[in-house]
């Protein structure tokens, strides 16, 4: 039976789903409680334009709305690993040595605020099964170890400094478990349930939940089959609106941890799925089936991709890098720490090409953040919120023959849209930037919850009465940054080339990078 005060929601939400079956326009505020569309089903009599309709209609949930505005997120990858100066451990550790001398999660918390990043995942469990939080289903873990007399709790500690310094909160849980005598056997995916369910239910707001796909042997010689479907109904019980990332339906991994994504990046791609039942399964609100696509394939979203898909899905790029050349901590690596300059440049190619930074920044064996780190963290930082300090196209006036609210173009309002009229495709916005401005970078963001659009434009700017390019892009979805040489201009263009449906733009802007 359906408890009563969910009755009426879920009598609302049958309504809706029959009306999309049925092919017929939802009312407005049918369209208002819809909020979201995750994915859309391709039928076999679906031309390629109903496919590019669709396509263009696929809309992120509001949990994956949340995650893709953080921008900027931390991975602190620190545990029985950063004792044993290894990168994956053996299971086989004695808990003995983990004992940070100065653990200090608020530091932690206080640098990652301090570089601008919203959010910090926390290796909760790698893949040696040593536990940061105090279980109760091994030994392996900060129980047995001497900080703290055993009573100590990493996952406690650093989820109250994210709430203190306004942070979000996400965990790390390796499905590979390299000391778990359980492992490779059923038993197994109930002893990672009693985890997951631990560090749901204990430490408050959970944000993200990460997952990759290590699948070793354990202590045993056995691999694991991993019952993912049952994990991911856990998390959606316990946490709902926890992003899955990578290893799960929300969150994709970019393909690779250079920090670079991809300059043509669409968060709408296809999936082929093996039956309807599953299909239905995971459909519009209840999508809890990782998509199956070629995460590390140049190309995922195209209007050629698309166009042989069963199933179209909403599923955005996390771009991970580590600030050094390993994932933990190593004292040999304290002078190979990125630069200022090469972190910015990572920004503008995750950030700046519809992605999310997923930084790493491992604690050393005292439990802080370096000092080399912390200092080119906030060099860093120094360098992007400087440069985007000042919109030049402030004060600026913006002219389209076929667009619809202009001043929501330079508003500072991600919520308010510029858009065409009628069914166009393509557009044209000329900007009179009201005198004279120079500038070097260019950023443009669609509105995401209308959906992702955009698939080609060149910004021009005026010289003697002639229109010369000054960059090009394909893809724009929540943010795209592009760099150029220096330009200075008093009249701009921007040329809307090709989109999915009419276009929708929620802010542009030009800027000078400082030096």
């Known amino acids: 039976m359906i408890k009563t005060k969910y009755r009426y929601k879920f009598r609302r939400i049958i309504a809706m789903v029959s009306f999309v079956l049925a092919g017929i326009p939802l009312c407005a505020e049918a369209q208002r409680l819809q909020k979201s569309n995750p994915s859309i089903i391709i039928t076999p009599n679906d031309t390629e334009a109903d496919i590019i309709r669709k396509a263009a209609q696929v809309t992120p949930t509001a949990a994956q709305l949340r995650w893709q505005k953080l921008e900027l997120t931390a991975f602190i990858h620190f545990g029985i690993n950063t004792f044993t100066n290894r990168e994956w451990g053996d299971g086989k550790e004695d808990p003995k040595a983990f004992n940070p001398t100065a653990l200090d999660a608020r530091q932690w918390a206080r640098v990652c605020k301090e570089a601008g990043i919203k959010q910090i995942i926390l290796t909760a469990k790698h893949h040696d099964g040593f536990c940061l939080w105090p279980t109760k289903t091994t030994a392996h873990s900060v129980k047995s170890s001497p900080w703290k007399d055993g009573q100590g709790d990493v996952v406690k500690e650093l989820a109250a400094a994210c709430s203190e310094y306004g942070l979000g909160f996400g965990v790390y849980v390796s499905p590979w478990d390299r000391n778990a005598p359980s492992y490779g056997t059923p038993a197994y995916n109930d002893l990672f349930v009693k985890q997951l369910t631990e560090l749901l239910t204990q430490y408050g707001k959970i944000d993200e939940v990460w997952f990759d796909g290590a699948n070793g042997e354990g202590p045993n010689g056995k691999k694991q089959v991993y019952d993912f479907p049952r994990w991911y109904r856990v998390i959606r019980d316990l946490q709902p609106d926890a992003v899955i990332a990578v290893m799960g339906p929300d969150v994709r991994w970019v393909g690779t941890e250079s920090g670079y994504g991809r300059a043509t990046e669409w968060s709408v791609v296809p999936t082929n799925m093996t039956s309807q039942e599953q299909i239905a399964a995971g459909s519009q609100t209840n999508e809890i089936i990782k998509p199956e696509i070629d995460q590390m394939a140049a190309d995922i979203g195209s209007r050629e991709k698309i166009k042989g898909a069963t199933k179209l899905v909403w599923y955005p790029a996390e771009t991970d890098v580590s600030?050094?050349?390993?994932?933990?901590?190593?004292?040999?690596?304290?002078?190979?720490?990125?630069?200022?300059?090469?972190?910015?440049?990572?920004?503008?190619?995750?950030?700046?090409?519809?992605?999310?930074?997923?930084?790493?920044?491992?604690?050393?064996?005292?439990?802080?953040?370096?000092?080399?780190?912390?200092?080119?963290?906030?060099?860093?930082?120094?360098?992007?919120?400087?440069?985007?300090?000042?919109?030049?196209?402030?004060?600026?006036?913006?002219?389209?023959?076929?667009?619809?609210?202009?001043?929501?173009?330079?508003?500072?309002?991600?919520?308010?849209?510029?858009?065409?009229?009628?069914?166009?495709?393509?557009?044209?916005?000329?900007?009179?930037?009201?005198?004279?401005?120079?500038?070097?970078?260019?950023?443009?963001?669609?509105?995401?919850?209308?959906?992702?659009?955009?698939?080609?434009?060149?910004?021009?700017?005026?010289?003697?009465?002639?229109?010369?390019?000054?960059?090009?892009?394909?893809?724009?979805?929540?943010?795209?940054?592009?760099?150029?040489?220096?330009?200075?201009?008093?009249?701009?263009?921007?040329?809307i080339t090709s989109s999915r449906l009419n276009p929708t733009i929620a802010e542009i802007g030009i800027y000078k990078l400082i030096e």
């Open 323 to 495: 600030i050094r050349p390993g994932w933990f901590y190593h004292p040999e690596e304290d002078e190979k720490v990125k630069s200022p300059e090469k972190l910015l440049d990572i920004y503008f190619n995750s950030v700046g090409r519809n992605g999310v930074l997923l930084l790493n920044i491992p604690p050393d064996k005292r439990g802080l953040i370096h000092e080399n780190d912390h200092k080119n963290l906030k060099e860093w930082n120094q360098l992007v919120s400087g440069t985007f300090q000042t919109n030049l196209m402030k004060g600026a006036t913006f002219r389209s023959n076929n667009g619809k609210k202009p001043k929501a173009l330079s508003d500072l309002d991600y919520d308010s849209y510029w858009i065409t009229q009628g069914t166009d495709t393509t557009a044209t916005i000329e900007i009179n930037l009201q005198g004279q401005k120079t500038f070097d970078v260019f950023a443009i963001q669609e509105n995401i919850s209308i959906g992702q659009r955009i698939e080609a434009f060149v910004l021009e700017y005026k010289d003697s009465g002639e229109w010369k390019r000054i960059t090009e892009g394909t893809t724009v979805g929540f943010k795209r940054l592009l760099r150029f040489p220096t330009v200075t201009a008093d009249t701009l263009r921007l040329r």
